[in-house]
């Protein structure tokens, strides 16, 4: 496989993991208008003339989002001509540059003509479909060179419903959390993981049931990737992608918990909230890896069950 379309499909997984934790950093420092109601330009200027923090940080996410945006485009072109063949290149090359393009129209109307937080929580969701198709298309080019041990795997019924059913539930998680910190609810509550405001045990307003429903989205993924991370070692120990799939789940789930915690106790750390839209970024692109591997287990199962015609022949009848 080419040298130079490795190094770009590295390049631009690690550029989307950067637009990613720049738009959290836009949401977490309520720099959403720092160029005012203008797209493209900062306060209708090619060349900002009045700088500020805000101003810099958007602009800055404007920038790098716009330049992977190329790198993406280029990068769908070019596997879709070279590796073409592998049956999901030409989707995850359709699928990443059009979620990227989607993100950054929201996130246009946004600045112009204003959205709602339910709307605007849309767009962190938006972005890691983006950074999962990367993902696995930079999978896919490695994958020419070195068959992953993943390629003859087939996974059964209960461990399919499992991967399918945490891809969509982290989903919903991603989407909570991406609403609280559109609602500036971080910090509505001062203790975890309960919300003790005023001596109630029940949240008293929006604000504390959004993050409380979040709260309680994050502790069930975490018991349910706690469960299937004990199932894949008692019984799937011999599959090593599960087995180390589930493992690096589990440590980054716990890393989401934690780093939760420390949001609240820190009074929002800029550097762990930021490290909390990180962990919850690459789990999302794990398990999209995950369902690639169940799309592809369909089809190995259906090849072990039909009989081969060496088996059929006469001679091996007789």
């Known amino acids: 496989m080419n040298r130079s379309l490795k190094w770009l499909a590295v390049l631009t997984t690690i550029g989307m993991l950067f637009v990613l934790l720049g738009g959290a950093l836009v949401t977490k420092t309520e720099s959403g208008m720092g160029c005012g109601r203008s797209w493209p330009l900062c306060n209708g200027e090619f060349v900002p003339t009045e700088i500020t923090p805000e101003l810099v940080i958007e602009l800055a996410h404007r920038l790098v989002s716009g330049s992977v945006g190329f790198m993406v485009l280029i990068l769908s072109i ?3 001509k070279a590796i073409g063949h592998i049956r999901e290149t030409k989707f995850l090359a359709v699928l990443s540059f059009f979620f990227l393009v989607l993100q950054a129209l929201i996130g246009a109307a946004a600045v112009v003509w204003g959205q709602s937080d339910f709307v605007l929580a849309l767009h962190f969701g938006i972005s890691l479909i983006s950074f999962a198709s990367v993902l696995l298309l930079t999978l896919l080019i490695f994958e020419v060179d070195k068959k992953f041990e993943a390629e003859k795997l087939v996974i059964d019924k209960r461990m399919r419903f499992h991967i399918i059913g945490l891809a969509v ?7 909570t ?4 910190r559109h609602m500036n ?15 109630s045990f029940l949240p008293t307003n929006l604000y504390e049931w959004v993050q409380m429903g979040h709260r309680a989205a994050a502790g069930f993924i975490f018991i349910w990737i706690a469960y299937v991370t004990y199932i894949t070692v008692k019984h799937y120990k011999h599959e090593r992608v599960l087995y180390w799939g589930w493992i690096i789940s589990m440590v980054l789930v716990s890393l989401q918990v934690t780093a ?5 106790y820190t009074r929002l750390n800029l550097y762990i909230a930021l490290a909390h839209a990180f962990f919850i970024s690459v ?6 890896y995950f369902i690639l591997l169940v799309s592809r287990s ?6 072990v069950e039909k009989p081969s ?7 091996t009848v007789k």
């Not at 539930?169 to 989407?175: D, K, L």
């Not at 939760?260 to 609240?264: C, F, P, R, T, V």
């Not at 369909?298 to 090849?303: F, Q």
């Not at 015609?309 to 001679?315: E, H, R």
């Open 177 to 180: 959390g991406a609403l609280v």
């Open 283 to 288: 789990l999302f692109g794990v398990f999209s």
């Open 298 to 303: 369909k089809k190995n199962a259906a090849r």
């Open 260 to 264: 939760g915690a420390l949001i609240i």
């Open 185 to 199: 609810a971080s910090l509505v509550c001062k203790d975890w993981p309960l919300c003790t405001n005023d001596g």
């Open 169 to 175: 539930y982290s989903y919903i998680v991603v989407y």
């Open 78 to 80: 070019w596997t879709w």
């Open 309 to 315: 015609a060496v088996d059929l022949s006469p001679a």
